[in-house]
C-alpha cells in the first residue's frame, strides 16, 4: 500500500457541494454530527481513504470481517447545496501525517468543485453545562457576519491553544488553499460523547446550509447520556443518609 491510499468507489454529480469534515475529537461532536448527516440522508461513499498514518489496526464487522482502518467521505444530498461529509473512527497518528492526510482531504474536496469546507469539533470546559454555545473560528474574517446570524459565537483567543488536529489544519490549510474554510465547536465538558453538544452543532449547520434535520436519533443518544451522567453523579455522592451501606468489607 502507498503511503495514502485513496480508493474511488463511485462518481456523482454534486450541487455546489460543501466539504463537512467530523473526524473523532473532544467529546465526539463532529463525530456525531457527521455520522447523523450520513445516516439521516440519502447518502453515497464515493471516497475511501487508507494510510499508513493511521493507527496499525483493522475493525471486525459483525461477521467477522477485517478492514483496515480508514476514513471516509461521503455524497448526501439535501434540500439545497448538497454536501461531502468526511467520516471516520481515526486522525492521524503524527504530526507530518496530520498535514499529508489533510491536503488529501483537500484534494478530494477540490475533485468534487467545493469552494467551502465546514470542520466540526467541541472545546471543552472541563465542567457538566446545560446551556450549549457554539464557537467559531474562520479562514477569513469575512466570513463570520452570516455565522454570527446563525448563533455562532466568536471569543479572543478560544480555544485556548488553537485548534489541533485535521480540524485545524483544515481551516489553515484550507484557506492557504482558496477555500472559504470554517470551523464549528459545541462546548462540551470534554469527559464523556456529548450528544446535546452535537445537536447544538448541527442547529447551526441546519440554518447555515438551509437543512430540514430530524434530531430525533440525537435526542435519544443525549437521554442515554443524561442516564449514565446521573450514575456517575451518583456514585460520586455516595449513599443517601440513612442508607444502609452494602459493601462487603473483607
Do not use: W
Not at 137 to 161: M, N, Q, Y
Not at 222 to 248: F, H, K, T
Amino acid at each position: 500500500m502507498e503511503e495514502i491510499d485513496i480508493e474511488r468507489v463511485e462518481e456523482v454529480d454534486l450541487d455546489d457541494p460543501v466539504f463537512v469534515e467530523g473526524l473523532p475529537g473532544v467529546g465526539h461532536v463532529g463525530k456525531l454530527v457527521a455520522e447523523h448527516l450520513v445516516e439521516e440522508r440519502e447518502s453515497t461513499l464515493v471516497r475511501r481513504i487508507c494510510t499508513e498514518h493511521f493507527p496499525p489496526q483493522v475493525t471486525v464487522d459483525e461477521d467477522g470481517v477485517a478492514e483496515l482502518a480508514d476514513a471516509e467521505i461521503h455524497a448526501v444530498e439535501t434540500e439545497g447545496r448538497d454536501l461531502l461529509v468526511l467520516t471516520g473512527d481515526h486522525q492521524a497518528n503524527d504530526n507530518q501525517g496530520h498535514y499529508r492526510v489533510t491536503n488529501t482531504f483537500l484534494d478530494v474536496a477540490e475533485e468534487f468543485d467545493a469552494s467551502e469546507l465546514i470542520a466540526l469539533g467541541g472545546v471543552p470546559t472541563g465542567e457538566l453545562i446545560e446551556e450549549y454555545a457554539v464557537v467559531g473560528a474562520v479562514s477569513d474574517a469575512d466570513l463570520k457576519e452570516d455565522l454570527e446570524d446563525a448563533g455562532v459565537e466568536f471569543r479572543a483567543e478560544e480555544p485556548a491553544g488553537g485548534i489541533v488536529g485535521t480540524s485545524g489544519l483544515l481551516l489553515g490549510l484550507g484557506g492557504r488553499r482558496g477555500f472559504e474554510a470554517t470551523c464549528l465547536m459545541g462546548e462540551t465538558s470534554g469527559y464523556l460523547v456529548d450528544p446535546k453538544s452535537s445537536k447544538a452543532v448541527l442547529e447551526i449547520l441546519e440554518d447555515l446550509l438551509d437543512l430540514d434535520v430530524d434530531f430525533e436519533a440525537l435526542d435519544e443518544r443525549a437521554e442515554e447520556m443524561e442516564e449514565v451522567v446521573e450514575q456517575m453523579q451518583e456514585m460520586e455522592q455516595g449513599p443517601a443518609p440513612g442508607e444502609e451501606d452494602l459493601r462487603y468489607i473483607g
